[in-house]
T-cell receptor
Framework: QKEVEQNSGPLSVPEGAIASLNCTYS??????FFWYRQYSGKSPELIMS????GDKEDGRFTAQLNKASQYVSLLIRDSQPSDSATYLC?????????????FGKGTKLSVIP | DTGVSQNPRHKITKRGQNVTFRCDPI?????LYWYRQTLGQGPEFLTY????????KSRLLSDRFSAERPKGSFSTLEIQRTEQGDSAMYLC???????????FGPGTRLLVL
């Protein structure tokens, strides 16, 4: 069973702080990873994708991938109340070449003003 | 460029009735996916189309579920003889050719009474 694991939270951070969200995966063959943001009652919205070891930055968001340790993280700098949402980590099931995504249960983030 | 659209957005039905949902992917996206999401869980893969061909089906997709994409454009998901356990958010996503990134529609929220 290929799995993606996330701490369900809730994770509370003060406004302006860095929020750190973590995800581990079991399939060593996974080559790509995706972070989605989901507001309550809404559908997932893509934030970032990452394919290579190291960091990838996009505005206030940085995704980090460590394939040797099988974890991927998302850092949100200067957290804002509007960042309060559930963050979903996803990877293609069965590694490279599969198109179905396996999602973690999500980490609920609360940014406190 | 418009996003993925889904109709209806909400559906309330009685146990035993049939329901059908429609998904219109982003224009020129050749891959289309259906997922189901229940409260506190990440989306779970149901099925996937490349153009008009249904290429993958989850074991979650019982015989009561059927999906079509007759002309490689919009898709329909039908649930026959609905059960209370079918209550969930049904999400559609699409991907452009040669990309793994999936873009989600707003979802159809189903409540079976």
């Amino acid at each position: 069973q290929k799995e993606v694991e996330q701490n369900s939270g809730p994770l509370s951070v003060p406004e302006g702080a860095i929020a750190s969200l973590n995800c581990t995966y079991s399939d060593r063959g996974s080559q790509s990873f995706f972070w989605y943001r989901q507001y309550s009652g809404k559908s997932p919205e893509l934030i970032m994708s990452i394919y290579s070891n190291g960091d990838k930055e996009d505005g206030r968001f940085t995704a980090q991938l460590n394939k040797a340790s099988q974890y991927v993280s998302l850092l949100i700098r200067d957290s804002q109340p509007s960042d309060s949402a559930t963050y979903l980590c996803a990877a293609p099931r069965d590694g490279a070449g599969s198109y179905q995504l396996t999602f973690g249960k999500g980490t609920k983030l609360s940014v406190i003003p | 460029d418009t996003g993925v659209s889904q109709n209806p957005r909400h559906k309330i039905t009685k146990r035993g009735q049939n329901v059908t949902f429609r998904c219109d992917p982003i224009s020129e996206h050749n891959r289309l996916y259906w997922y189901r999401q229940t409260l506190g869980q990440g989306p779970e893969f149901l099925t996937y189309f490349q153009n008009e061909a249904q290429l993958e089906k989850s074991r979650l997709l019982s015989d009561r579920f059927s999906a079509e994409r007759p002309k490689g454009s919009f898709s329909t998901l039908e649930i026959q003889r609905t059960e209370q356990g079918d209550s969930a958010m049904y999400l559609c996503a699409s991907s452009p050719r040669n990309q793994e990134t999936q873009y989600f529609g707003p979802g159809t929220r189903l409540l079976v009474l």
